[in-house]
């Protein structure tokens, strides 16, 4: 009953997030439907402008859609009578481990976008959804790099690695905690392309918020991972291909994966290993 009630609550903090991207998403788009050309374009069914309409809406709605879904978080949990704050687990780590955990997660975005390459061919509507996150940049370039690089990886580390994980994890077990909180983090992406590389990014981060005792490492590793992929999307395709997504980097991006996780290891051993986390509730 106990991991019912968990799961529950879990379940309701992805709910309220993506519910509230939509409230937020419909109420700057009924401002831009009712102009007389876009109106027009509707009534016509302009699919162009209707995804235009849709694409500038969620760009400009997101960081308010952030700021309100915290607020009901901290409001659920002042109900509930529960810090928040302690639930997020934001205790300090060693500027050593944050040095550390950038090195590694931009050694691992070179995996992560082969193993997205390799499902595009199995999904090829994915390439629809990078058409899209292009548009939000020719829209908004701050709003997108406010969103994408900060306040989105934020949010999602609170939901998933900071409240799903406690609340599954005291209910049951640290394995099933990673797992459920990788499989929302997935779900949370809405298509399968995104969903499955995020879930291995999720279990990765999840370790990390374990091992290290805190959801900073975890922040770290999620903004430094999104803005290392925004930093790639400005430089010439033909760079990004021939260098930077070559094979030969990323056989060196493997190595150096490999050297920086045993220095994870090593740091974890002896910064961390005594501090086992606690449940907080």
């Known amino acids: 009953m106990r991991f019912v009630k968990a799961l529950l609550y879990s379940l309701a903090f992805v709910g309220i997030y993506i519910f509230m991207q939509l409230i937020f998403s419909i109420i700057f788009l009924i401002p831009m439907m009712f102009t007389p050309a876009n109106l027009k374009a509707i009534q016509d069914f302009n699919t162009d402008v209707i995804i235009n309409l849709s694409t500038i809406a969620t760009v400009y709605s997101l960081p308010f859609c952030i700021i309100a879904t915290f607020f009901i978080y901290v409001l659920i949990f002042k109900l509930r009578r529960i810090s928040f704050k302690k639930a997020l687990y934001l205790n300090k780590v060693k500027p050593s481990t944050i040095l550390l955990s950038i090195g590694f997660s931009i050694c691992f975005y070179p995996l992560i976008s082969m193993l997205a390459d390799f499902l595009t061919k199995f999904y090829p ?6 058409n899209t996150f292009s548009d939000m940049f020719r829209i908004s370039v701050p709003f997108s790099i406010l969103y994408i690089c900060f306040m989105g990886p934020i949010m999602e580390e609170i939901i998933t690695r900071g409240l799903v994980f406690n609340e599954i994890k005291i209910s049951s077990n640290f394995i099933i905690a990673i797992l459920i909180q990788a499989l929302l983090f997935g779900a949370m992406h809405l298509n399968m392309v995104q969903g499955i590389y995020a ?8 370790i990390f918020r374990e091992k290290f005792n805190s959801l900073i490492i975890a922040f770290v590793c999620h903004i430094v991972n999104n803005s290392y992929s925004i930093f790639l999307s400005y430089l010439p395709e033909q760079i990004v291909n021939k260098y930077l997504l070559s094979n030969a980097f990323t056989i060196i991006s493997i190595v150096l994966l490999v050297a920086f996780s045993v220095m994870l290891y090593f740091n974890y051993k002896k910064h961390y290993k005594q501090i086992y986390p606690r449940t907080v509730f």
């Open 199 to 206: 879930f291995v990014l999720g279990v990765t981060y999840g």
């Open 125 to 130: 509507s994915f390439d629809m959804i990078q």
